[in-house]
């Protein structure tokens, strides 16, 4: 198991919006990540990257891509959260995105908290692939 602190922390205890909380974080940080390592950019520049990147509409369309790859453990993780009731209201964008973004954040969050790292790392690597095709 990996995760940056050594704390007992059961995921499938938490409900899927405690654990999109964490899960938008954790796919913020590999964002964060990649763009820092890829050049020295301005702080600007790198916070208009990321935010083109870590935002409801980009989450939702990773998240309907990785959902044929997914295992059917994931998938119904991913599920609950897409389900989950918010109290927010979609901003700029269809309920529907907004709502599989949460899922693809309980996803992150599932897996970060379950220190399954190595996972997170493929399906980021994935989403970074059909990224680099559309630009």
Same mark, same amino acid.
């Given at each position: 198991?990996?995760?940056?602190?050594?704390? /007992?922390?059961? /995921?499938?205890?938490?409900? /899927?919006?405690?654990?999109?909380?964490?899960?938008?974080?954790?796919?913020?940080?590999?964002?964060?990540?990649?763009?820092?390592?890829?050049?020295?950019? /301005?702080?600007?520049?790198?916070?208009?990257?990321?935010?083109?990147?870590?935002?409801?509409?980009?989450?939702?369309?990773?998240?309907?891509?990785?959902?044929?790859?997914?295992?059917? %453990? %994931?998938?119904?993780?991913?599920?609950?959260?897409?389900?989950?009731?918010?109290?927010?209201?979609?901003?700029?964008?269809? %309920?529907?995105?907004?709502?599989?973004?949460?899922?693809?954040?309980?996803?992150?969050?599932?897996?970060?908290?379950?220190?399954?790292?190595?996972?997170?790392?493929?399906?980021?690597?994935?989403?970074?692939? %059909?990224?680099?095709?559309?630009?």
């Amino acid at each position: 198991m990996e995760r940056f602190l050594n704390m /007992p922390c059961d /995921p499938s205890q938490l409900s /899927p919006l405690t654990l999109a909380f964490i899960g938008d974080t954790v796919y913020d940080l590999f964002i964060r990540e990649k763009l820092v390592c890829q050049a020295n950019r /301005p702080v600007k520049k790198l916070h208009n990257l990321a935010a083109s990147r870590v935002n409801a509409a980009s989450q939702a369309k990773s998240a309907k891509k990785l959902m044929e790859v997914l295992t059917e %453990e %994931e998938l119904s993780v991913l599920k609950k959260g897409r389900n989950a009731h918010t109290n927010h209201k979609a901003k700029n964008m269809s %309920e529907s995105d907004y709502h599989m973004a949460t899922g693809f954040e309980t996803l992150f969050g599932w897996l970060y908290l379950g220190g399954n790292i190595e996972r997170l790392r493929e399906l980021f690597e994935l989403i970074e692939k %059909e990224a680099e095709k559309e630009e």
